[in-house]
């Protein structure tokens, strides 16, 4: 019944800035801590960001000061707002609940001249 839906992904040029965004449904979306996570070629998916009820966000090291993670309550929706974005950043974006161990499509992020 949990349904999470990426969308926002495409190519962009490094130094260049993406939107991705995440609709939420079939839970109680306001209560839970909302992550995002990526996953490159032949890499682990690896947490990027995420944000808790109360709004207060949290990044790992390397797209600190870079990304922003947001939430709309209103709208079932978590948002990655990603600028500055470099080659290394080229991976499949995914969203999820914090801890859940089940996931998406996700949506393609290629950084690249």
């Known amino acids: 019944q949990v349904q999470l839906v990426e969308s926002g992904g495409g190519l962009v040029q490094p130094g260049g800035s993406l939107r991705l965004s995440c609709a939420a449904s079939?839970?109680?979306?306001?209560?839970?801590?909302m992550g995002w996570y990526r996953q490159a070629p032949g890499k682990q998916r690896e947490l990027v960001a995420f944000?808790?009820?109360?709004?207060?966000?949290n990044y790992v090291d390397s797209v600190r000061g870079r990304f922003a993670i947001s939430r709309d309550n209103t709208e079932d929706t978590v948002y990655l707002q990603m600028n500055s974005l470099k080659p290394e950043d080229t991976a499949v974006y995914y969203c999820?609940?914090?801890?859940?161990?089940?996931w998406g499509q996700g949506t393609q992020v290629t950084v690249s001249s």
């Open positions: 944000i808790t009820s109360g709004g207060s966000a």
């Open positions: 999820n609940i914090y801890g859940r161990d089940s």
């Open positions: 079939g839970f109680w979306f306001s209560t839970n801590t």
